[in-house]
């Protein structure tokens, strides 16, 4: 079976930067999603690694080690409108989907 | 504007009713997925199709059946077989050239 790990929850200040990790041990690697997801709502696509290295994005940035079986989200300068899951997904050998149970952010005033 | 509609957003049935979720997209993607999340869980793949009239089960297909007629469109039917339908079901889909996977606004699902 696919193993995704993350953090269940964290709490920040607005202002602040987050660092989400994500360990995976997965019948094969294409790549790694991170997508956030408000309560009740569909996830949305924030990042995409599939060589290692660093991918910045604004605010968001997404890190790999394919060697260590690992990634994390970097959020920086949160704001409130930040508060949400945050779900990791590996690509498998299939090119199917794998998701971790995701990482609830609370950014507080 | 292009997307992925699901309805509608909350459905109530009794128990030993089966249920169908909608799914339709216009963005002319060929791959189609069906996901089910649960409080403090990951999303579980129910089925997907690659193709128009082809689909494969996912890690958790027991009690629920697709079509795939058209393109746009990817019914999922939740069975009376289903022990607990209860959920939150998600519907994707994604284009040739990506991985990416976009999400419908989801189905909230409770049997009574």
């Known amino acids: 079976g696919q193993n995704i790990d993350q953090p269940t929850e964290m709490t920040a200040t607005e202002g602040a930067i987050v660092q989400i990790n994500c360990t995976y041990q997965?019948?094969?690697?294409?790549?790694l999603f991170w997508y956030q997801q408000h309560a009740g709502e569909a996830p949305t696509f924030l990042s995409y690694?599939?060589?290692?290295g660093l991918e910045e994005k604004g605010r968001f940035s997404s890190f790999l080690s394919r060697s260590k079986g690992y990634s994390y989200l970097l959020l920086k300068e949160l704001q409130m409108k930040d508060s949400a899951s945050y779900l990791c997904?590996?690509?498998?050998?299939?090119?199917?989907?794998?998701f971790g149970a995701g990482t609830t952010v609370t950014v507080r005033a | 504007d292009g997307g992925i509609t699901q309805s509608p957003k909350y459905l109530f049935r009794k128990e030993g009713q089966n249920v169908t979720l909608s799914c339709e997209q216009n963005?002319?993607?060929?791959?189609m997925y069906w996901y089910r999340q649960d409080p403090g869980q990951g999303l579980r793949l129910i089925y997907y199709?690659?193709?128009?009239?082809?689909?494969q089960k996912g890690d958790i297909a027991e009690g629920y059946s697709v079509s795939r007629e058209k393109k746009e469109s990817f019914p999922l039917t939740v069975t009376s077989a289903q022990k607990n339908p209860t959920a939150f079901y998600l519907c994707?889909?994604?284009?040739?050239?990506?991985?990416?996977?976009?999400f419908g606004p989801g189905t909230r699902l409770t049997v009574l």
């Open positions: 994707a889909s994604s284009g040739e050239d990506t991985d990416t996977q976009y």
């Open positions: 997965t019948s094969g690697f294409n790549g």
């Open positions: 690694n599939v060589l290692d």
């Open positions: 997904a590996v690509v498998t050998n299939d090119y199917k989907l794998s």
């Open positions: 963005l002319n993607h060929d791959a």
């Open positions: 199709s690659q193709i128009v009239n082809d689909f």
